[in-house]
Nanobody
Framework: QVQLVESGGGLVQTGGSLRLTCAAS????????MGWFRQAPGKEREIIAK????????YYGNFVKGRFTISRDNAKNTVDLQMNSLKPEDTAVYYC????????????WGQGAQVTVSS
C-alpha cells in the first residue's frame, strides 16, 4: 500500500505560480511511477505529468506547454508539481497518483488539492 498526501493548493491570480507537493509513505517510493492529474468541474480527469524512477524520464500532457514541471525526490519520498503562468482554466482539483512501474492502472491516489486561479 502507498499513501499519498497532497499539499500546496490554494488561490492565485492569473499569471501567478503555485507549487504542489505530494508526500508518499509505504513501499519503496522509487519503484513507482508518480503522476499528477487534475479534474475541473464538469470535465474528465486528465493527466498533467508523470515521472518514472528518475527525474530524467518524464511525460507531460499536451496542454502543459512548458508551464508546469514535475520533479521527484526519491530520498524524501516526494513528488512536486511547479506551476507557472497560471490561467483561470487551470482551476481544478489536482491529484497525485502512483502506479507500479509495469502497471497499467494508477492504483493509488491522494485526496486532491484545490487550485483556483482568479482572473
Amino acid at each position: 500500500q502507498v499513501q499519498l498526501v497532497e499539499s500546496g493548493g490554494g488561490l492565485v491570480q492569473t499569471g501567478g505560480s503555485l507549487r504542489l507537493t505530494c508526500a508518499a509513505s509505504g513501499r519503496t517510493f522509487s519503484s513507482y511511477v508518480m503522476g499528477w492529474f487534475r479534474q475541473a468541474p464538469g470535465k474528465e480527469r486528465e493527466i498533467i505529468a508523470k515521472s518514472r524512477r528518475t527525474g530524467d524520464n518524464t511525460y507531460y500532457g499536451n496542454f502543459v506547454k512548458g508551464r508546469f514541471t514535475i520533479s521527484r525526490d526519491n530520498a524524501k519520498n516526494t513528488v512536486d508539481l511547479q506551476m507557472n503562468s497560471l490561467k483561470p482554466e487551470d482551476t481544478a482539483v489536482y491529484y497525485c497518483a502512483a502506479k507500479d512501474m509495469m502497471g497499467r492502472t494508477w492504483d493509488y491516489w491522494g485526496q486532491g488539492a484545490q487550485v483556483t486561479v482568479s482572473s
